[in-house]
């Protein structure tokens, strides 16, 4: 069980380390104003420093409302019944980017649609490899041939000749 205390340390910590990484990163390539305009670090360090900021203001205030006493911050954030739904809606994100590195991304976009309306959404059988296929299809139609976008191929389109 964790409280939403806990779940909101911990968020503000991770997204203060993320921020003040990119403002790292970004001091690699200038951050200040050069005669053509800003240097290509600037806006990716203001960006990483605003994260930053935002992030430190959550844990004070998350820190402010643990030591008033706030109610709020131990409410339960997640318990097991909770964690299963996260689970539930995860675990298939994490499978589809599995797929799309071994399979490519028409593959893996049918696979997810096809769990997700059909075990996930309730739809039956016919309507979820319509929906499957027919997004696959659109997603090929409209980077492929359109924006002549080549989106990740897997062996089985590499058969077909695409």
Known sequence: MITRFWAETATALATLLFGLVIVYGALEFGTGWDSSGPQPGAFPFYTGALVALASLGTLVVTLAQRL?????????????????????????????????????????????LLYAMRFQGGYGWPVSIAGAVGAAFVFYVVFERFFQIGLLKGPIERMLGY
Not at 88 to 110: D, E, H, K, R, W
């Open 68 to 112: 008033r006493g706030a109610a709020i911050v131990n409410e339960i954030f997640l318990d097991r019944e909770r964690a299963g739904r996260v689970l539930a809606f995860f675990a298939p994100l994490v499978a589809f980017v599995v797929i799309t590195a071994f399979a490519g991304m028409y593959v893996a976009t049918i696979a997810y």
